[in-house]
């Protein structure tokens, strides 16, 4: 069984800055992308920053440049700081795995619980 917990979330001020932490539970395989999502009320699920297995880590435009999204594959581990925070970021955030497990031949989307963020102006 896999999981994706994540941790962090929570009721800052505008300007402020938040760590978001998800720790991947579970025997994994091949761990493929990893990526943060959030969703705001109202609003569909959009990506904040994906991190492929190689290569480099794309952002939104909402959040480039005051954002930092680290990736430790060896622990099964990822982290979003996001820096001068704004109201407009209040969303829950969702953290994304794909994840290839042991004894499957293709690899499946895994998604945390979420976390609330919300930003005070």
């Known amino acids: 069984q896999i999981q994706l917990v994540e941790s962090g979330g929570g009721l800052v001020q505008s300007g402020k800055s938040l760590l978001l932490e998800c720790i991947i539970e579970?025997?994994?395989?091949?761990?493929?992308?990893m990526a943060w999502y959030r969703q705001a009320p109202g609003k569909q699920r959009e990506l904040v920053a994906s991190s492929p297995r190689e290569g480099v880590t794309n952002y939104a435009d909402s959040v480039k440049g005051r954002s930092t999204a680290s990736r430790d594959s060896a622990k099964d581990y990822m982290s979003l700081q996001i820096d001068s925070l704004k109201p407009e970021d209040t969303a829950v955030y969702y953290c994304y795995a794909k994840i290839k497990r042991h004894g499957f031949a293709v690899p499946s989307d895994y998604w945390g619980q979420g976390t609330q963020v919300t930003v005070s102006s």
């Open positions: 579970g025997r994994v395989y091949r761990l493929d992308e």
